[in-house]
């Protein structure tokens, strides 16, 4: 439990220091807990010490999850790749999608989405390096894919999600991030009725480039639950 915690408050020191670097409230920054690969019993524990928003990234092991911490008001992310299979349960399971890129995936979440829960909050993965490794809409395409996606009756269109190519040098980091911010800026303008107030970006290694450019949730895993092992893990 201690080295969790001791993780949790090294993160939020990270946190509170960029954003008075940033000149901006600490508070204005949530932390995602991103636990793929981490067992439920470290999940309860980090809500122990006050982490209520999980991010993952793996539909089957996210379920299990969910069942096992059911006692516990945690608020889940989905920030994987979707697949068109996936998304009922995904519409069913979660409170925020991350990785949204294609109209059809968004319009299939809306029409699952149960209509005893609220509007599920989706965020649009934008591929802002041109990576073709990478899953996301391209910046020219945004405006028209968050048009028709703001047209859903079931989702809440709250901003936008990337993961630039990595690089070690602060000011390369933080390029992306200020293109995320404009694109951003430029669709508050475009969907004036829309609660685009979200920019989900910055990872363990880079949050400080992306808070100073305006993340307002940064996805941390391995500063908060060390090294992943993946040896026996099955993605799906």
């Not at 040098?169 to 293109?179: L, M, V």
């Not at 880079?206 to 996805?219: F, K, Q, S, Y």
Request: aromatic share 4%; with cysteine.
């Amino acid at each position: 439990m201690t080295q969790i915690t001791d993780r949790l408050k090294n993160v939020h020191c990270q946190i509170n220091a960029a954003a008075i670097a940033a000149q901006r409230q600490p508070q204005a920054i949530k932390l995602l807990a991103v636990s793929k690969t981490r067992p439920a019993e470290e999940l309860r524990q980090a809500w122990a010490c006050g982490q209520q928003a999980f991010g993952e990234n793996y539909l089957q092991e996210a379920l299990d999850k969910i069942e096992a911490l059911q006692d516990l008001d945690i608020i889940w992310h989905f920030i994987g790749p979707i697949q068109s299979n996936k998304t009922r349960a995904i519409a069913e399971n979660f409170s925020w999608v991350h990785s949204v890129d294609r109209f059809k995936i968004a319009q299939r979440l809306s029409d699952q989405r149960p209509g005893n829960l609220p509007p599920l909050n989706i965020c649009l993965q934008v591929n802002i390096s041109g990576e073709s490794s990478k899953s996301g809409v391209l910046p020219a395409d945004l405006p028209a894919l968050a048009a028709a996606v703001a047209t859903l009756s079931n989702i809440r269109l709250r901003g936008l999600m990337a993961i630039p190519a990595s690089s070690d040098d602060p000011e390369q980091q933080r390029k992306p991030f200020a293109q995320m911010n404009h694109l951003l800026q430029s669709l508050q303008r475009q969907l004036p009725d829309q609660p685009l107030d979200t920019l989900s970006m910055g990872m363990s290694g880079d949050m400080e480039a992306a808070i100073l450019e305006g993340a307002t949730i940064v996805r941390i895993g391995t500063a908060l639950f060390g090294p992943r092992d993946y040896s026996s893990h099955h993605q799906s």
